[in-house]
């Protein structure tokens, strides 16, 4: 048993067809009263539909710390490889996508 202070170590194992992963390019984020739903998804261009690829359902509190993960890791890869440009923004200079706008 673990010490209140002591880290603990846990081992992480990803089998082959989920270490693949898929590609998305939207998210879709809902909420109920005790949990959130991540719905991700590929939309082609010039598809009439597409289909939700993964879905993850997780407490407030677990979505929230993701959002701080999620944040931290941004910054950290915006500090070594500078800003990240989204399609749409106000900045001038970017090239626009020619599709869905997300």
């Known amino acids: 048993m673990a010490t209140q202070g002591t880290p603990v170590q846990i081992q992480v194992e990803v089998d082959d067809a989920i270490a693949q992963g898929v590609y998305v390019n939207m998210a879709i984020v809902s909420h109920t009263d005790t949990e959130f739903i991540f719905d991700f998804v590929f ?4 598809a009439p539909k597409s289909k939700v ?6 407490s407030p509190a677990h979505a929230k710390r993701f959002l701080n993960a999620l944040q931290d890791n941004i910054q950290r890869y915006e500090g070594k490889s500078g800003a990240i440009k989204i ?9 626009r996508y020619e599709g869905h706008y997300l």
Do not use: M, N, V
């Not at 939309?43 to 010039?46: E, R, S, V």
């Not at 690829?53 to 997780?58: C, E, K, L, Y």
């Not at 399609?87 to 090239?95: H, N, Q, W």
């Open 53 to 58: 690829r993964s879905r993850i359902i997780t």
């Open 43 to 46: 939309i082609q261009p010039q």
């Open 87 to 95: 399609a749409g923004e106000a900045d001038k200079g970017l090239e």
